[in-house]
């Protein structure tokens, strides 16, 4: 596991270093979120939308700071709270849940965040 946060509702939500598909190693590079801190900024909040078969999504908003006209963007965390993956190629173990699959900025070119949300 790389991070780890509980969400208001009380679920542990783990983040697992994964592989290209799904996890750290998947969205740090292809959408260049680079921080446990920028995935708890969502997870602390309440779910955005809930498909009521494990798949949770959560919204955050990241603020550039230290610049006179500070840009912001939003993002969102995609969290599989289910012990198995939906296509069944992942387990996480009896009693573990899978954690955050994805993680991506909105209405950026490719989802990828801009830089200035990892200093």
């Known amino acids: 596991m790389h991070c780890n946060t509980t969400d208001p509702d009380g679920r542990h939500i783990v983040t697992?270093?994964?592989?290209?598909s799904f996890g750290w190693n998947h969205f740090t590079h292809r959408h260049n979120i680079k921080k446990c801190s920028t995935l708890a900024t969502a997870l602390h909040?309440?779910?955005d939308r809930d498909n009521h078969h494990g798949r949770l999504e959560y919204d955050g908003v990241a603020f550039?700071?230290?610049v006179p006209r500070p840009r912001q963007v939003k993002f969102t965390v995609i969290v599989q709270y289910t012990r198995k993956t939906t296509d069944g190629l992942y387990d996480a173990g009896r009693g573990q849940k899978?954690?955050?699959?994805?993680?991506?900025c909105r209405?950026?070119?490719?989802?990828?965040?801009?830089?200035?949300?990892?200093?």
């Not at 697992?16 to 290209?20: A, I, L, P, Q, V």
């Not at 899978?98 to 991506?104: D, E, H």
């Not at 209405?107 to 200093?119: D, E, R, S, T």
């Open 107 to 119: 209405n950026q070119p490719n989802n990828k965040c801009p830089a200035w949300m990892h200093p």
């Open 64 to 66: 550039e700071t230290g």
């Open 98 to 104: 899978i954690g955050v699959i994805n993680a991506f």
């Open 16 to 20: 697992r270093f994964g592989n290209s």
């Open 45 to 47: 909040c309440n779910v």
